[in-house]
């Protein structure tokens, strides 16, 4: 079911029937033509949920008292990928643009801020939204930088990346840049940025 969450036995991932499970419909006669599209990493202990317009938290501790609370609406996350947690921050891509979470402690709770408006010509014209599945975003500790893979064009594959420096609150873009996925590892005590090349070799950037 596209607007609904299951969830397990806290101390069991692995059962999904009996005590303690269950399911949470989230808005499901809200016109959303995707259902849901991301489950946001955990932010400050809070668990946020969006669809392609609209984002909704989680709240509660306990199957008993678990609450689907509505907080924004005309604006949600294209894909669960493009979700990367950052220091005290979530940043995610919706239609429009590339977002920031940002906790509030006040009012709804959050707000929103349009980080890729600089860039919002270049969003625009060149990201292909039909290609949402595609997309990546991931937060690098070493670069202390989201980057967001996405097709471009008649692209079916990521081709292109949009770098943003988060202390500078600059963007990069490298254009021609065919990966599909990237992590961090720790070896030998040193961090490392891998890369998933779109023919299946998996890369390091230097």
């Known amino acids: 079911a596209p607007h609904t969450i299951y969830f397990s036995q806290a101390s069991d991932p692995t059962v999904w029937s009996g ?11 809200d016109g959303d033509p995707n259902g849901i599209t991301a489950i946001f990493p955990s932010f400050f202990g809070e668990l946020y949920v969006a669809k392609r317009n609209s984002i909704y938290q989680i709240t509660g501790n306990t199957p008993y008292n678990f609450q689907v609370i509505p907080l924004i609406r005309a604006l949600g996350c294209i894909d669960h990928n493009t979700a990367a947690a950052v220091q005290n921050d ?21 707000e929103t801020e349009m980080l890729s408006f600089p860039v919002k010509d270049l969003w625009n014209s060149e990201v292909n939204a039909g290609q949402s599945k595609r997309m ?6 070493i670069y202390n930088s989201y980057f967001f893979l996405y097709p471009s064009g008649n692209n079916t594959f990521p081709n292109n990346c949009l770098v943003f420096n988060v202390p500078t609150k600059s963007w990069f873009r490298w254009p021609d840049y065919n990966v599909s996925s990237m992590t961090e590892i720790t070896t030998s005590g040193t961090r490392k940025l891998l890369v998933g090349i779109n023919d299946g070799i998996i890369g390091k950037v230097n």
Do not use: M, N, P, Q
Not at 19 to 29: A, H, P, Q, Y
Not at 101 to 107: D, E, F
């Open 19 to 29: 005590r303690g499970t269950g399911s949470l419909e989230i808005d499901v006669d």
């Open 136 to 141: 990546w975003g991931f937060f690098s500790y």
């Open 90 to 110: 979530i940043i995610f891509a919706s239609e429009r643009g590339i977002h920031s979470l940002v906790s509030t402690k006040r009012g709804s709770g959050i």
